[in-house]
Each structure stands twice: as C-alpha cells, then as structure tokens.
Nanobody, 126 residues
C-alpha cells in the first residue's frame, strides 16, 4: 500500500507564501512522477504542477507559473510545492498525487495518477 500525506497548508494574506509538503510511505519508488492538484468549492480538480522521477523536468499550470515551484527529494520520498505571491484565487484544497505509470496519460490529467493524499487546505485572504 502507498500512502501520501500533505501538510503545510493554512491561512495567509494575499502576497504571502506557503510551502506544501507531501510525505510518501509504503512501497513507493523514486521512479514515480509526482504532481500537485487543487480543488476549490464548486469547481473541478485542476492541475497545478508535476515533476519527473529525476526532478529534471517540471511542468506548471498557467495559473502558477512564475509563482509556484515544485521539487522532490527521493531519499525522503517527499515532494514539495513552494507557493509565493499567493492570490485569493489560489484558495483550495491541495492534493499530492503519484504516478506509477500503469494508467498512462499526460501529467496534467488527474486520471494519470494512481495514488492520492487527503489534501491540505490553503486559504488566501484579500
């Protein structure tokens, strides 16, 4: 079994920063690609960022480009999302996901990912 646990969410004012962490346990391998998604009330889950197994390739949604940075530490089985210059529109539950590669698909597609965390709430006040 693979478990993903997010942490680091909270309440911040617009312009502030948060660093989200995702800790993996169980039989998860460093070859997994990892991603971050978010979901606001009344909206569908949307792609935020993804990172390859080596960390050498990253991908971002337009909404976070220039403000968000995804990284990973395979020795710790962890992935991070640094969020700067936060906006009220960033308010959502943020989810960590792991792609073993069984389903196929693009990094932006949530159906690509086999494992998901329970999410961490990020609230940005204006």
């Amino acid at each position: 079994q693979v478990q993903l646990v997010e942490s680091g969410g909270g309440l911040v004012q617009a312009g502030g920063s948060l660093r989200l962490s995702c800790a993996a346990s169980g039989r998860i391998f460093s070859s997994y690609a990892m991603g971050w998604f978010r979901q606001a009330p009344g909206k569908e889950r949307e792609f935020v960022a993804a990172i390859s197994w080596s960390g050498g390739s990253t991908m971002y949604a337009d909404s976070g480009k220039g403000r968000f940075t995804i990284s990973r530490d395979n020795a710790k089985n962890s992935v991070y999302l640094q969020m700067d210059s936060l906006k009220p529109e960033d308010t959502a539950v943020y989810y960590c996901a792991a792609d073993e590669g069984r389903a196929g698909g693009t990094r932006r597609n949530p159906f690509t990912y086999e494992y998901w965390g329970q999410g961490t709430q990020v609230t940005v006040s204006s």
